[in-house]
């Protein structure tokens, strides 16, 4: 079981290596991200994009390219459905997001022809290592779904148990969050939770354990929830994927945890043939070398599904 | 401008001595609170409850109420109409939550004839003190009103300004939160943050400056608000009141900071006539001595508005 992005990273060097798609690879953020994964041994890159500016951005940032595949393709959309059937193909493992917007990516990535579709919906998950928290945290969705039905949460549920089981959680525990931990008919969040335990119950929803709602102290702290009686409780402080009601809420709380705790993170998108990353600027550089280490943890996983 | 705790209590120190009415005050852990608020110098207190188990607790807790005045009332309900009688006659100043539950409480707060009602809706107001970050920040709400229409949260910026006033910030600076900072007609939240920033410009909401809807990162980080390019914007990392979309959102959000974060916190309900108190057994001893002292500030700003 990983707990961290130290252990993370030291699971995909067991693995056999794994090659990394980037379309429109033309930016220096991710150029740099890319190769500090390649440095470490997390996994190799095609570059699929304009060839002459990768290499001045190479040349301004003193990578050596020499190692590197580089498919020259000057435009844009053009270099996305390269990158994207490279994935389709096999012939990488991963799919990156380089000097293009989110909406064009998520084009490429749907692409009836090329792109990474299983028929199953796509989903965010956001994984966080916080200090004084023993178990990585998988915080779902807060960056693609909006306003999840009950249908997609138990999609996005099973998207982040594969991810979570790639992470080596064989029964990971996840917690419908709400603002309560006791159902209450004026708030719908809390209903969908207690609805997806019931169908984790009944076996309709597999590989973990779900109990909901929780509010997020009993979730993710034991102290609290000793406190407040919930050992009881199949989920009590030890959640490993926390879903949220809507994207407010999981945004909120995903940037919160940046911007305030003590955290290393990585994100990926999942329920797609590959993992997708799609790293924004505004991220860290560790934050993209994590995403592309989650990546090749979870390749690993579908491969050997 | 206050900008943490220890700052708010010696600000509480300057103004003159304010006296807490405590509802049920056989409660240890309030007790243990009320008391630390007395030694500091934060305010004195009237015990309304049973004074045989009060003075019991007290024994145990090597608390000497001598100083105190104690009304004896066994009746739970009688006590806390008692209590809230004495601020709402002004005999004390803040009213605050012993050993009765929370809708209890709430029902003596909006008793027609003793209770605290001003004719405007309560909301809840969590303030943050947080490692990292310059400005104190006023979490609103993340306890009471669920899911706030347009007009809900007019009355929740409306009370929070006056709080956010009374500990300094002549104008503070208030972010309607979404998961995004830019309008988009499928999330509601974003509308009602758009509508309330203009609301704000035509001088419909005043004493502060409202403007959103603003992400997390660029309401609180100002280095993520300069590589957003957001400053431009009249809220850009430096947002003193956070607005929530919703309770899941705000409780999420409050409750990651407390067991994530570096921080110091106290809370309170307002658009009562005085402060009311009512933090839960699970807050820590901190937390309700910092609630006290947030009421006496706040109570000193009511009574020179």
């Known amino acids: 079981m990983i707990t961290n992005f130290d252990e993370l990273i030291s699971k995909v060097k067991e693995c056999s290596k794994k090659t990394l798609a980037v379309a429109v690879a033309q930016d220096d953020a991710v150029l740099e991200a890319v190769h500090e994964a390649k440095v470490q041994g997390i996994a190799d890159a095609i570059l699929v994009g304009d060839e002459g500016k990768i290499r001045e951005i190479a040349d301004t940032l003193k990578i050596d390219l020499s190692d590197y595949q580089i498919i020259h393709e000057p435009d844009d959309w053009q270099a996305a459905l390269k990158a994207v059937k490279l994935a389709h193909d096999g012939v990488a493992d991963m799919y990156m997001k380089g ?119 009993i979730a993710i702290d034991p102290e609290a929830a000793a406190h407040k009686g ?54 860290s550089f560790r934050t993209k070398v994590n995403s592309i280490a989650l990546a090749a943890v979870v390749a690993e996983g579908l491969k050997n599904e």
Chains 1, 2 share one sequence.
């Open 99 to 217: 000097l293009m917007d989110t909406k064009s990516f998520l084009k490429s990535i749907l692409d009836k022809e090329v792109g990474l579709r299983t028929g199953k919906p796509l989903s965010h998950v956001a994984v966080f290592e916080v200090e004084g928290i023993r178990q990585l945290l998988f915080l779902t969705d807060v960056a693609f779904i909006t306003y999840p039905t009950l249908e997609d949460k138990v999609h996005i549920i099973e998207n982040t148990v594969k991810v979570a089981h790639a992470c080596g959680l064989e029964c990971p525990k996840v917690a419908p969050l709400a603002a309560v931990e006791v159902v209450n008919p004026k708030m719908p969040a809390t209903l969908d939770a207690a609805e997806l335990t019931k169908m984790n119950e009944e076996g309709k929803i597999t590989g973990c354990i779900v109990d909901g709602p929780l509010s997020m102290d």
């Open 230 to 283: 919930a050992t009881g409780r199949k989920v009590a402080g030890d959640a490993d994927i926390l879903l949220f009601p809507d994207i407010h809420a999981g945004n909120l709380v995903y940037k919160t945890l940046v911007h305030t705790a003590k955290v290393e993170n990585g994100c990926i998108l999942t329920g797609t043939k590959v993992p997708a990353i799609l790293t924004s600027r505004s991220d």
